[in-house]
Nanobody
Framework: QAWLVESGGGLVQVGGSLRLSCAASGRTFNSYSMGWFRQAPGKEREFVAV????????YYTDSVKGRFTISRDNAKNMLSLQMNSLKPEDTAVYYCAADSRGYVASTSYYKAETYDSWGQGTQVTVSS
């Protein structure tokens, strides 16, 4: 049984907002750094955002800076991604991922192979 389950995806118009959630269960969520990745059809999976175990460190890919906000609630074992001002190029399947090291390493946080566990993904479609 997967311990990371995403939700909150859907169809939204350009300029709209969505909030993705990733519910964690069965492991010590607050010991993991957590990331969001996305994969559009025909493209490789790409990094979106990452947050350290404490929430004190975050990084974003340039294309979402100022529009997306990653956050976590360790008491609720929940990771979130607030997405505002959505664009058609944000259309993708969004995945949450967990890194058991807990900290965010500046040289590797954007690499998919850094992460130990993945959710099943949730589809986000931005229509124009």
């Amino acid at each position: 049984q997967a311990w990371l389950v995403e939700s909150g995806g859907g169809l939204v118009q350009v300029g709209g907002s969505l909030r993705l959630s990733c519910a964690a269960s069965g492991r010590t969520f607050n010991s993991y750094s957590m990331g969001w990745f996305r994969q559009a059809p025909g493209k490789e999976r790409e990094f979106v955002a990452v947050i350290s175990w404490s929430g004190g460190t975050t990084y974003y890919t340039d294309s979402v800076k100022g529009r997306f906000t990653i956050s976590r609630d360790n008491a609720k074992n929940m990771l979130s991604l607030q997405m505002n001002s959505l664009k058609p190029e944000d259309t993708a399947v969004y995945y949450c991922a967990a890194d058991s090291r807990g900290y965010v390493a500046s040289t590797s946080y954007y690499k998919a192979e850094t992460y130990d566990s993945w959710g099943q993904g949730t589809q986000v479609t931005v229509s124009s």
